[in-house]
């Protein structure tokens, strides 16, 4: 393939591919490319090379400039200024003047019209000066300048007409300076000279000894703290703290020495010839310091150099700080009050003490040592307060609403239902959990709030643990070395151990008590039989959940009086609920028994016959029961072995009691075989003693039916308990009722309970809610 030659030398596009092939097209393209990347490169680094020259080239341009334009300006006034006719016009008001002068009846009053523009002069600098935050001790020398200005104004021969304004406007500009000065006293950060210089224009001022001086500057100190103390902030508090540390420190770098110093250097020079006022072009001095009196030109301020000792200074500062230390607990107080966050507490304890204990290392004091366990115990009971409430804020719903559905306690179906299986089946579970336990929507409000009121005192007792972690120490700024008085303990110890565990203590007393309102308030529900026990004993379960979880989570474990408590309340709601049951279930054994039985004779066995399986209505009243147990609104998870027993030992007491009532009601017979005679007793003095069965003398209740009764009761006292023995005879009623039928009746009682065992053996699966959990016999 032929080279391509130079782009260069075509003179358009069309030549190139009019005359070259298009891979030969496309090398003259990308040389082209090459060589304007080059060309850009060198254009690039020939500008960059220059550009600097050319930025300084233009900054001297623009210097040279501004240079000129000043020059011109100043050629211009100049020029304007020293024109034949200005020079003229001077000359003549300079003769004219000094002709004037020459007059002494004009003397007088050009003398006091130039006292007059003087002290406007002054009072308007003055009042500019405050305005604009100047210093404060040219003010108050500006002051004492027209005070002298206006006396001797007021002395003269002839008084100004302004006299009163201007005695106004004097007496005004004082009271502003005054506030002034206070304003300046309480500035944060100000420097220590302006502050000297601010103390020496009120001493100035308001003729003031030093002890006066510093006495004021305590007092302004205080009135700044009142002011912050009224509904305080936490930066108020904080600013209290730097105020604090600021006035016992400058009070002691400025007296008594140095503020004796600055009042010196103000005695030294006369009021015109200082050089503050000197240097104010505003007044004119140049041109009406002539007129001014002799008396006031020579007029020097004097200060009261009474004489102030280091111990006067220490006694005023030691009774001040005792009122600010005061003032700053009392403001942290008044500012907890308003705080609700304990963590937000807990964040401004951490901020405020360690600046108080920052200021250790500076102020050297028994007071601000006695002032740490003050605001520790701000903090502490604010916490408790605060813990307190929070903790209390807990109750139960322990009534149903009429309207309230009992939800379906069938867990197959849920087979039936589409239920979100992600994140870890939670859905599912919950909804097992649900039936399974019973919860209905009083209930699931119940838990929540006892989950939500668990999660506020785990977030509690976190705080403890963020407190006993918190190291104090770790600035070098904090003093730690102060020593409790008592016990000598650290300050580490004391802020990282003793607070944590009185806070501990109070968390303990305070969900202790919450527990055992919680219980009392159950126990007070089902005294009074206004709430289903079901309801109570779900309840209480969900109250024993959260104080396990609890004790689990935290060290706040129940005192034994809580449990031993609660497990006499479980017991009584157990009865309630076993007397529920069996109201509406013992009604077809009552009912069957008020008219003659009929046992099934051919279905009995062995010789003589006895029976081998209870009569119907046994076998109904424990399906009844058991169904009861099982598909009521109470479900089985309230069916604990206690809650089983205490049903059983229910069942026990009331079925024997309808046996007794049955057999006493009997019509009576002189046609039973043996009950009459074999059932009589003879008691020790000779007469005759009967009981209820052998009072029941009656054809339609004969031998056959007691005897079919008689396994009805083994039956039914081998579901209640254990079979009954020799040595534990008397133990239930309806042992009691065995014995007495025993005693009328000649049978095998050995074959009899051998029986009513095994058919219960072979039935106790039927009754799941009734059966042992494990049957040995």
Known sequence: MAEAPDPRSLKSWEEAFETYPVPIVRKLEHQLRKHTDENRQKLRSLVGASYRDLLGTAERIIDMDDQMQRTETLLLEIGRRCNARAVERSAENLERMSKSLSRGACQERYRSLGQAKLLQSTLAVAGRAMKAGGDALLVAKLLVLARLLHKDLVDGAKPVVALEEFRRRLASLRKRLLAYTERMLVRPGMDRSALANTLCAYALITNSTPKDVLIHFLQTRSDEFDLSSGRPSENDVRKMLDLYSQTLSDARALFPRVFADAVSQVSRTPLLQDTQIRSLNELSLDIYGQWVAEDVRKFTPWVRHDQLTASDVSDSLASWAKQAQKALVGATEQYLKDEKDIQEVLNVRRKIIAQYLGLGAKIREESHRQTIPKLRSVFLERLEILAEQQISNISLVLEKPSTTSAPSQNLWQLATENTDLSKGAMKFRNSILQRRNGRDDVLNQNAGRLETWLKSIEKLWQMTQQMRATKWDDDSDLDLDLDEP???????????????????????????SAIQTLYASVQTASKAETSPPDLLLRSLREINQTQQCLTDKTTLSPPPTTTTNNKELITTLYHHLAKRILENTLHPLTKSLSKPPRPSLALWDGSPLLPVQPSPVIFRLLTLLHKAMAENATSCDLWSPAAVVVLKGELDELVAGIWQEAMRSAPDSANDEKGGVEGEKTTSDGTE?????????????????????????????????????????????????????????????????????????????????????????
Not at 486 to 512: C, H, I, V, Y
Not at 728 to 739: A, F, Q, R, Y
Request: aromatic share 8%; charged share 30%.
């Open 689 to 777: 003693q009967g009981t209820p069965f052998q009072e029941a003398k009656s054809g339609a209740w004969g031998r056959e039916e007691r005897i079919q009764w008689l396994f009805d009761c083994c039956y039914l006292h081998r579901v209640t308990g254990r079979p009954p023995h020799n040595d534990n005879k008397g133990s239930s009623k309806l042992e009691t009722v065995i014995e007495e039928l025993e005693q009328s009746l000649e049978v095998p009682m050995d074959r009899l309970r051998k029986n009513a065992n095994e058919y219960w053996r072979r039935t106790f699966l039927l009754f799941g809610l009734l059966a042992p959990c494990i049957e040995h016999d």
């Open 486 to 512: 008592e016990d000598e303990e650290s300050m580490q110890d004391a802020l990282s151990n003793q607070d944590p565990e009185t806070l501990e203590g109070k968390f303990r007393e305070t969900t202790t």
